[in-house]
T-cell receptor
């Protein structure tokens, strides 16, 4: 069975600083996708970044980047130049190819950005 | 485009009552899902559908039923509501055909259900 583990229930960072959120996963599949979703207080689920397992290059979206270590089954999210609007729950999630896109979520990390 | 629309956004039920959460999407996505999110937790899959007339159980299906008569609609039925079903419910959709798959799910805004 696939599992996703986020070991940091809460994190905090000062505005303009950099923060890294951790995620590990367990799977025997070789083809899969990894995601980070953001859930602000509005509870809307917002896709932050996506990584395909077959791509060695780490995905980047503006201030958000990932460190994807396939052998270690690690997928961390780095937020640079943190902004107050980054305050949210962040969920790491996993889909394996052929799995009908059924997302498996971690428990989440609550990030607070302080001025 | 409206994307994924869920109704109602809030509902309070008494123990033993039944209700249906409505979900509709206008993106012509073939896959649809229902998740629940308990306080401080990640989302767990209740049911999913890969096309009209085809549904299957997810991780936590007990106490729920679904149907998919059209591509657009995927209602979730709660029978005999229990306090353990107090949660936020999310509907989502995704598109997959052949080798074209981004894996991305599009979520509705969620429905907060309280069972007292």
């Amino acid at each position: 069975a696939q599992t996703v583990t986020q070991s940091q229930p809460e994190m905090s960072v000062q505005e303009a600083e950099t923060v890294t959120l951790s995620c590990t996963y367990d799977t025997s599949e070789n083809n899969y996708y990894l995601f980070w979703y953001k859930q602000p207080p509005s509870r809307q689920m917002i896709l932050v970044i996506r990584q395909e397992a077959y791509k060695q290059q780490n995905a980047t979206e503006n201030r958000f980047s990932v460190n994807f270590q396939k052998a270690a089954k690690s997928f961390s999210l780095k937020i640079s130049d943190s902004q107050l609007g980054d305050t949210a729950m962040y969920f790491c999630a996993f889909i394996f190819s052929g799995g009908y896109n059924k997302l498996i979520f971690g428990a989440g990390t609550r990030l607070a950005v302080h001025p | 485009n409206a994307g994924v629309t869920q109704t109602p956004k809030f509902r309070i039920l008494k123990i033993g009552q039944s209700m249906t959460l409505q979900c509709t999407q206008d993106m012509n996505h073939n896959y649809m899902y229902w998740y629940r999110q308990d306080p401080g937790m990640g989302l767990k899959l209740i049911y999913y559908s890969v096309g009209a007339g085809i549904t299957d159980k997810g991780e936590v299906p007990n106490g729920y039923n679904v149907s998919r008569s059209t591509t657009e609609d995927f209602p979730l039925r709660l029978e005999l509501a229990a306090p353990s079903q107090t949660s936020v419910y999310f509907c989502a959709s995704s598109y997959f055909i052949g080798t074209s798959n981004t894996g991305e799910l599009f979520f509705g805004e969620g429905s907060r259900l309280t069972v007292l």
